[in-house]
Each structure stands twice: as C-alpha cells, then as structure tokens.
C-alpha cells in the first residue's frame, strides 16, 4: 500500500529513458545503461512501470515473462522516497502482472549486500535459492530468490 495518495504508477516507453537513467544512476553502483534500457522497452515480453509524483519519477520496476518464469529485472527507488511503500507497490503490481500472465515462477537477484531489498523480497513470499559468486562483474555476489506459483496464489497482490 502506498503512503502517498500523489504517487501514480503506469507503463513507461522509450520517452522514458532519461527518467529511468537517472533513477538508476541514484540507485545502483553498477547501473543499466541506456541500451539495457531502449532493449527492454523494445521487448515485448518486457515491461517498465514508472513510479512518479506530480510528474516526478522516483521509482521502476522492470521485469519479463519467458514461459511460465517471470523474472524481476530491476527495481529501484530514489533515495527520498525509500521506505514509503514505493518499492512494495511496485513489486505488487509486478507480481499481479505476472500472475495475471501465467507465470507459476518468479525469479530475481540480489546483491548480498542490499538488506533493505532482501528485507523487501523475504516480506512477499520470496525464497533464497542460492548464492551466486562474482554475479555483479565479477567482483559482488547475488542471492537467488524465488517465488512459486503456488505461493503466490496465496499472497494479496
């Protein structure tokens, strides 16, 4: 649940890109860079939404339908507006999407290093699968987290 009724959530496009640059860049030590970007947009099993308040972005979230896998590509918030409920919404209507689509299995990565973000995962129902050394240029480890279909059937998304 949001904590701030001005916040709106819709689907961005390749106007977008800027936007979701400079979100990123705010967010990530290792960043997508524009090409990531355009390509997602460009994918049509791929969707961007776009946090914004008063026409502000502060927050994405990206992720992608293969079969009956969904993956979270990316999420990330500004730094203003962390631990209002930002990241929760957006992952919830992630989730809904790919359930609404068919997916019996949502997976993601995760630095071992980013707590809040696991604290996040862990609070939806996900499941730490396993580690996966060197996943962020070979310098940083990831955590695998999963959520199954059945789990997910049983969470209020």
Known sequence: MLLDANIIVRGASL???????RIEEECFEYPYDRAVFEAMLKNRGCTILLAETFGNPIGYVAFEKKGYVGTILS???????????????????????????G???????????NSAARRLYEKLGFKAEGLLKGYYRGEEDAILYSLEYDTLSRQDV
């Open 15 to 21: 106007a977008d890109v800027e936007d979701l640059l």
């Open 103 to 113: 997916a019996r299995r949502i997976v993601l990565q995760v630095s071992v290093k």
């Open 75 to 101: 999420i990330g918030v500004v730094k203003r507006f962390r631990r209002r409920g930002v990241g929760t919404y957006l992952m919830s209507q992630a989730l809904r999407m790919l359930k609404e689509d």
